[in-house]
């Protein structure tokens, strides 16, 4: 899938149109939610968890925003050390 302007999570326009994938999760979930709600939250949530963010236009990060950093490394310390080094040259 290419990367268009509407995935930027900068974007003003950003999540206010549901595809249909995230239509099928939320019948999906829906649907858990009833077929286990004689269940405990807790144990719903061991499966499925929903949580609701408060959306807030930041102009100013907007205009700031230039990617996002990526850093795979394994377990070993060398790596983390690495990662470490190359996060901290971005403040």
Known sequence: EDFQPEHNVF???YGLADSDTVRSFK???EDFKKEHSNETQAWREQYAKETNYERIE???GA???RGHLVVA???SDHDLELAEKITSRMD
């Open 73 to 75: 490394c394994c377990g």
């Open 63 to 65: 205009k700031m925003f």
């Open 11 to 13: 974007d003003f326009d």
């Open 58 to 60: 930041d102009e100013e």
């Open 27 to 29: 019948t999906e979930f």
